[in-house]
């Protein structure tokens, strides 16, 4: 059996002693410390469940321990060899770190869906989340199982010998799998059963799961060609005896949830200018996801939640392409990550690299900068219009940057990007002063269109998701939809339309505010926008247009 011989000899010469190891021993090593140390979310899920109580305690928790362990060596034995041992241990340890640093600290569950949250990271985003506490945390777990890695003497054999010790230990982790999930079969199984969720608390096989799921489905749909088309039949309806052009401007929001919203009736009143704007809004509206990247194509799709099928939904055209398709001009206008698809082939304006030092920072652009030049743009237009703002809202951890200092009405606020360093009440404080800024930029639009007299306009603003604030122990979004709180799910949604735009449209505006009341979602924005731009075509469900059964007028029929 061979060793290396320059870092033996490195050794030798230092009169350091370096551990000795084979390759499996090590890979099992770190898979037994992965499972034990960096698991603890898992193992406080698992314990709160019920797992380990009752007379199958030992017997699951040894089970489980078993399978984990085993698991982590199938991730990573077989990318071992000679020349990417230390690297692919190194990468598997840091992303089993990462990972159990925001599971502990946020109850983060790494599905697939929150994979796509990652993958679509910005670089100011990812700087935001790089707080000193995510460096202790790497500094503390990472740093002697990194030594050990680095700094052990690997004994190789011949290529034959290696090869044959590498399916052994891959048989041998199979083995164990299959063993363990008998051995406590009854107990392990009804406890994944029941709280299918903890799945995507066991580091690092949860990422790194979700990842390959992920590369999976592009790699099926690699040949998908172009977006399916979605009603080929649509057409403007009465519009050619208009000379009014009609605005519709549509605000989404990030990370509002419904439970602080001042309308609905929150303690604080955190929409104080909307207060005293003659709006619709809407108390009991539920999102599509708990994540932008879930959220946002679904919210602009035929499919919705209703029919939920990711691949569809985004292979698909959106709510965006049927109205350009009818000659309704369309822009997209982001202070965020992108419109995730939804705007593909369409104006798309980003303009979080504004230079105005007014409102922006190297760290990001309030808000308000989505309302530059907006009145210019829409005077200009000369047909009908429909404009997305998609806003940075109440993106965390580090609300207290999405708001000025003229908003910082709630005291004491939590200024770190590290939540545990604040206390709740300082959490929720931020957080409430970010949805002043949402308020004030609603409100200061709302301004805006109605000062476009000749022109029929209207605003329609929903937020994309929620978020938890330490309720449960919980914080941020992205929890799987099928365990999310109501607080990552409920979010609001306010309507303005102008006295033009409901003539033109004959809304009966006491029926729309009437109506307000019953239930609503993200399923219900394709078809109340269609209806509300006379959009007519087999794909409309009036039930699901939250002003369709408030229209006197028939379509086409509408007269100034």
């Not at 010469?13 to 551990?19: G, I, Q, V």
């Not at 052990?152 to 010790?165: A, E």
């Not at 590290?418 to 300082?426: A, G, M, N, P, V």
């Amino acid at each position: 059996m061979r060793s290396e011989p320059l870092l033996e000899k490195t050794c030798r010469n230092s009169r350091r002693w370096c551990p000795r190891l084979s390759v499996d021993i090590l890979a099992w090593g770190l898979a037994i410390y992965v499972a034990v140390v960096l698991n603890t979310a898992f193992w406080r899920a698992a314990a709160a469940a019920g797992a380990f109580t009752g007379n199958g305690a030992i017997t699951t928790a040894i089970s489980l321990f078993l399978i984990i362990v085993a698991l982590n060596v199938l991730l990573a034995r077989p990318f071992c060899t000679r020349w990417t041992t230390r690297p692919v241990l190194s990468a598997f340890l840091l992303i089993a770190v990462f990972v159990s640093f925001f599971s502990d600290r946020y109850a983060v569950h790494f599905d697939v869906g929150m994979a796509r949250n990652i993958l679509a990271t910005d670089p100011a985003e990812s700087r935001e989340l790089a707080t000193t506490a995510l460096l202790g945390h790497v500094l503390l777990y990472a740093t002697l199982p990194l030594l050990l890695i680095w700094g052990s003497v690997l004994r190789w054999t011949s290529k034959r010998r290696s090869l044959l010790l590498a399916l052994g230990s891959v048989a041998l982790a199979v083995a164990l799998v299959v063993a363990s999930a008998l051995l406590g079969f009854k107990d392990v199984s009804a406890l994944m059963r029941n709280n299918p969720e903890l799945r995507y608390l066991v580091a690092p096989s949860n990422i790194l799961v979700s990842f390959g799921r992920i590369a999976a489905k592009k790699w099926q749909g690699r040949d998908a060609g172009p977006r399916q088309v979605v009603a080929a039949d649509a057409r403007l309806d009465g519009h050619a005896a208009v000379t009014r052009p009609h605005i519709l401007v549509i605000v989404v929001g990030e990370t509002i949830r419904a439970q602080n919203w001042g309308l609905n009736g929150y303690a604080r009143q955190t929409t104080p200018q909307l207060a005293t704007r003659n709006l619709v809004n809407y108390p009991d509206v539920t999102a599509c996801g708990s994540s932008t990247e879930v959220s946002l194509p679904c919210m602009f799709s035929v499919h919705g939640r209703s029919s939920y099928d990711e691949q569809k939904i985004r292979n698909s055209e959106s709510l965006l392409h049927v109205l350009a398709r009818t000659g309704v001009k369309v822009l997209w206008r982001d202070n965020q990550g992108g419109c995730k698809g939804v705007c593909e082939g369409l104006p798309f304006e980003s303009v979080n690299q504004s230079q105005d030092p007014a409102l922006c920072t190297a760290q990001g652009c309030q808000d308000t900068v989505l309302l530059a030049g907006l009145k210019e743009r829409l005077q200009a237009a000369s047909g009908d219009t429909m404009v997305v703002l998609h806003q940075l809202g109440n993106h965390g951890p580090s609300y207290y940057l999405r708001y000025p200092e003229s908003l910082r009405s709630f005291q004491p606020d939590c200024r770190n990007a590290d939540l545990s360093e604040c206390s709740r009440e300082e959490v929720v404080n931020a957080y409430d002063n970010a949805i002043l800024a949402t308020d004030d930029l609603l409100a200061r639009l709302i301004d805006l269109l109605g000062s476009l007299q000749d022109r029929d306009t209207a605003m329609l603003y929903i937020s994309d998701h929620g978020e938890s604030l330490g309720e449960s122990n919980l914080y941020l979004h992205g929890l799987p939809y099928a365990i999310a709180p109501d607080t990552q799910i409920k979010v609001p949604m306010v309507a303005w339309i102008s006295p033009s735009m409901a003539s033109w449209r004959g809304l009966d505006m006491q029926c729309v505010k009437q109506q307000a009341a019953r239930p609503a979602s993200h399923d219900n924005l394709f078809h109340s926008v269609l209806g509300l731009m006379e959009v007519s075509t087999s794909a409309y469900e009036r039930g699901k247009d939250v002003f369709g059964t408030c229209a006197t007028a028939t379509r086409g029929e509408a007269v100034r």
